[in-house]
């Protein structure tokens, strides 16, 4: 079953409504969001799929306070967006590049809390509670270059979740690992999401993945980007990589959404 778009609603943890960025001036002007609006409630975890050049990071880093759009407004827990906010935080792909790596793993994951004027005991209290909650209490001593690629990547998570968001989003962070470690990372936030009650947004471009992961799949348009459907994903709270993704329930999403990226990519070529 495939839904519109969701209303913008007041009881939301995060609306985006009307959103809209174009980028360069006069004829070079070109659209890249046009109206997008979903909500998401607190605990959800959705995910975000389009076709390439949809403008997914744009829209992330626009309702992340990271880029001002050029119309429409994200609200967080009722407030308008106009800067990163405190009750978010987001993990990137290139964790290689966001991880200081003169730095051990437990003063990576405390190093934003500072500019939060977080004292120092309660610093190395978050950290220790954010490296074990993600598997990593062991490794606090050391540094990044020391660890694997997928374990990078769970310092970034634990950075995030030591800063306390409400909701935590996610751009492509588990494109860089191999796929047994990509499976295991992709686990570790449903874990994350049913133990610590945050809800995630995360953008991908494996269909796979964000039915797996997802409550409700957003599935963009191409540029000028809207939102074509957002599809629910009813397999339950409890998913294991082999048994869910047998499912016929699975394979029936998978090829929905993958059937909306390609009518919204030919779409775009058609344009």
Known sequence: MTSSTSPVVESALLSVSGLAKSYGDGASRRQVLA??????????FLTIVGPSGAGKTTLLRCMSGLLAPDAGETRLSGAPVAEPPADMALVFQDYSR??????SVVGNVTFPLRSRGVAKPERRTRAEEALAAVGLESSARLYPWQLSGG????????RALAYGP???VMDEPFASVDAQTRAELEDLVLDLRDRLGVTF???THDIDEAVYLADRVVVLSGAPTTVTAVVPVDLGRKRDQVETKA??????LRSQVYR???AAAE???AK
């Not at 499912?247 to 029936?252: N, T």
């Open 35 to 44: 109206d997008v609006e979903f909500t998401a409630q607190a605990g959800d």
């Open 267 to 269: 779409d775009k070529e």
């Open 166 to 168: 409400r909701i935590l």
């Open 98 to 103: 966001s991880l200081l790596p003169w730095m």
């Open 260 to 262: 909306l990226i390609r």
């Open 247 to 252: 499912r016929p329930q699975f394979v029936s």
């Open 151 to 158: 374990m990078q990547q769970r310092v970034a998570i634990a």
């Open 201 to 203: 947004l995360l953008v």
